[in-house]
């Protein structure tokens, strides 16, 4: 969601459904290997947003933060 309202688009979507889950397995395979989740979009994003928005893609669910966690960053401190 913090993706889509920085960016004005959803993060991961293509023409049809069949290239759309192209793009997500490819996301989910590049995760590990430091791939650039933001593309050609990453003008719209500061350091902070970027940080939030990749914990918040943890592949690994043990690892990805809480909701309480998230609205504890300290870039939602700098938006109030």
Not at 16 to 37: H, L, P, Y
Not at 38 to 63: A, L, W
Request: proline fraction near 4%; aromatic fraction near 10%; charge should be neutral.
């Amino acid at each position: 969601m913090v993706f889509f309202c920085l960016a004005g688009k959803p993060p991961i979507i293509d023409v049809d459904n069949d290239e759309t889950m192209r793009k997500v397995i490819k996301f989910a395979k590049e995760q590990g290997s430091g791939g650039d989740f933001f593309g050609k979009d990453s003008h719209c994003f500061s350091s902070g947003s970027k940080n939030v928005i990749s914990r918040c893609c943890e592949v690994v669910v043990e690892r990805r933060p809480t909701i309480s966690e998230v609205s504890e960053d300290a870039w939602w401190g700098s938006r109030r």
